[in-house]
């Protein structure tokens, strides 16, 4: 009976140690890649020439548990390029720019010529929509750093988007403008780093939906 007891005390200690073992060597999660689909918003009025292209501006950036700023991921130039004659789009993206404590006065502090040089998640180009039913996906990856490169701990984190374009109507010849409003529409997504789940908000009118891989480190 005694020799049994301790068989069976053995065999519990082995496979403790087997499970010990596996977490371990469990593959820590390195990365999560956020997918947003999205319609626009598209440019509205008669300010503009038909020809002249206004796109969407937007920007995606992470939020910690209790929604402070932690890191912007990716932005249009447009909205963080300072330029004498036309100024920023900054003013596009007014959920972006208070959550990143951020404006234009900002922006100039640090370059008096093109881009400043702290975005570092800067597009290529802002996306187009030339039909109503025109549609675009976008993809970021959060490679769980902060904006100082430094890496955040596990818990709840916030994806969130802003999408914007303008309704501008007036006289372009003229310099003048008889209506001017940002259509900016924004998406946020929960991100549970320990459970690796996600939960996004309800869609707006452009942002038709966000969803998130999670990868592990080496993918």
Not at 130 to 142: K, P, Q, Y
Not at 179 to 188: G, H, K
């Amino acid at each position: 009976m005694l020799k049994k007891r301790v068989t069976l005390i053995l065999l519990g200690c082995l496979i403790l140690g087997f499970v010990a073992c596996d977490n371990d060597h469990k593959d820590e999660l390195g990365s999560v890649h956020i997918v947003l689909t999205l319609t626009g918003p598209r440019y509205q009025g008669d300010f503009y020439a038909s020809f002249l292209q206004v796109t969407t501006d937007y920007a995606f950036w992470i939020e910690d548990a209790q929604r402070n700023f932690i890191k912007t991921l990716q932005i249009t130039p447009v909205a963080v390029t300072v330029d004498s004659a036309v100024g920023s789009h900054i003013e596009h993206l007014p959920s972006w720019s208070q959550s990143a404590g951020l404006t234009y006065s900002d922006l100039e502090s640090e370059t008096l010529d093109g881009l400043p040089p702290s975005f570092d998640g800067l597009t290529s180009a802002s996306p187009f929509f030339s039909s109503e039913t025109d549609a675009d996906t976008l993809t970021v990856c959060w490679d769980l750093t902060d904006a100082d490169g430094q890496k955040v701990t596990s818990g709840i984190y916030y994806a969130c988007v802003e999408a914007a374009n303008i309704i501008k109507e007036g006289d372009s010849d003229a310099g003048t403008v008889t209506r001017f409003e940002i259509n900016a529409e924004t998406l946020s997504m929960q991100i549970d780093l320990d459970e690796e789940t996600f939960n996004t908000d309800d869609p707006t009118a452009n942002l038709t939906g966000m969803t998130t891989d999670f990868l592990d480190e080496g993918n």
